[in-house]
């Protein structure tokens, strides 16, 4: 059950960070600079973040089963009218379908959790649910940069709409909402006789401290990574090291490994420990550390670059640790939308920073070309990413006010 909705966020991940590696193409074929660019893939971020409130209160509602194969559905609609798509508007309404359709799949999966499996094993899951995704980002990285110079990128693209729309018809064959549905005992609360309106659901949820301040929090922990190993890190690594693009796609494929292997081992030791805001905080001060270090110090080698990153990426897995603080704190009958929140913040960080670090490389653009596509120095790669590094400070001291949960469900 959960494995399947687990499946479709692998492939709603690969579709998040695919566009860095195809920036030249991109950026040729369409004729864009920086900002076009960085526009163009947050048009995905666009409608991933609009459709998280919706999606907590479908999978409380209609339940994660429906939610689940309607997006991958949409998604598979999304990828055959970007990788057709015969301009720039085109392309950017095809990752808006993307975005909005594979948004359900994360906040369906912790309702899945919720479920089947034991509360004491929720932020291991939340762990195991990044894993999941970075697996797919992983395939967006190298193997994703070797079949689109063998078959070009459009056909590529084609083929992933090809198994996303049989995706979601495995789901709605496989996947039931609970396990009463199998004639097992159900793990979930004894949900209530009717829902409350949508807008008194949100409100209640947002009524809990935690959940907006995860909201703010996580955005800016988890932003740099989406942005950096999504969008901005390959052409800043070839620039600024001059290497080729595989090569630096495997650096930044590293860097969300990293992230995913983290991510259940933080979550585990969390449910262990019965706490949350510790390793939430540490983890948010040691990736604030390593991405200074990596971002601003211009004569980093390039190994030591590489431990970085692979650091920062394992700290910032703290990030899961706040969809647990955020379910935790919301009422029972509503952790659909208060994962749906939490994740909304997840993703606020690289909607709003890999458009707005393109706008700061044009601003500090030099006028340097190559094959007619800009290129951009250090410099304005260090102006776009100090943008990263103070909404982290920000987060910084937001922690401060975050209560610890204890691992108990509010009622």
């Not at 509503?334 to 960080?349: H, K, S, V």
Request: net charge positive.
């Amino acid at each position: 059950m959960w494995g399947l909705g687990a499946a479709f966020y692998l492939i709603g991940f690969y579709q998040r960070v695919a566009p860095a590696v195809i920036t030249r193409e991109l950026m040729s074929e369409f004729t864009l600079d920086a900002a076009a660019l960085g526009n163009l893939a947050a048009f995905y971020y666009y409608s991933y973040v609009a459709m998280q409130i919706p999606a907590g209160l479908l999978a409380d509602r209609w339940g994660p089963r429906r939610v689940l194969t309607a997006g991958a559905t949409i998604a598979a609609a999304g990828t055959l009218l970007f990788a057709l798509a015969p301009g720039y508007h085109a392309a950017g309404l095809g990752r808006l379908l993307i975005g909005g359709s594979v948004g359900v799949a994360f906040v369906a999966m912790l309702k899945l959790a919720g479920h089947w499996f034991a509360p004491t094993r929720f932020a291991m899951l939340s762990g195991l649910a990044l894993a999941c995704g970075v697996l797919g980002a992983v395939s967006a990285g190298v193997p994703l940069r070797l079949m689109v110079d063998a078959f070009g990128w459009r056909n590529v693209l084609s083929a992933a709409a090809a198994v996303t729309g049989l995706l979601a018809v495995g789901i709605w064959l496989a996947v039931r909402d609970d396990p009463a549905e199998r004639g097992y005992a159900s793990y979930a609360p004894t949900p209530p006789a009717r829902h409350a309106p949508v807008l008194q659901s949100i409100g209640r949820t947002l009524a809990a401290r935690n959940v907006w301040l995860v909201f703010l929090i996580s955005g800016a922990v988890s932003g740099p990574a989406l942005t950096f190993g999504g969008l901005w890190g390959v052409p800043f690594l070839s620039m600024h090291y001059g290497i080729t693009t595989s090569q630096a796609s495997m650096i930044t494929s590293l860097l969300l490994v990293c992230w995913a292997v983290a991510g259940p081992f933080v979550g585990a030791l969390s449910d262990r420990m019965r706490r949350r805001k510790p390793l939430y905080a540490l983890g948010a001060v040691l990736a604030t550390a390593g991405w200074c270090a990596a971002l601003l110090l211009p004569d980093v080698p390039l190994p030591l670059l590489v431990v970085l990153l692979g650091f920062t990426g394992c700290a910032s897995a703290a990030a899961m640790v706040g969809f647990a603080i955020a379910k935790e704190s919301a009422p029972a009958e509503l952790a659909g939308t208060a994962g749906g929140i939490a994740n909304m913040g997840n993703m606020l960080g690289g909607m709003i920073m890999q458009p707005a670090v393109g706008w700061m490389l044009d601003r500090h653009w030099a006028g340097m070309l190559a094959n007619g596509v800009r290129v951009y120095d250090f410099g304005a790669y260090r102006a776009g990413f100090t943008l990263m590094l103070a909404w982290l400070a920000a987060a910084l001291l937001l922690l401060v006010f975050v209560r610890e949960t204890h691992c108990r469900q509010a009622p």
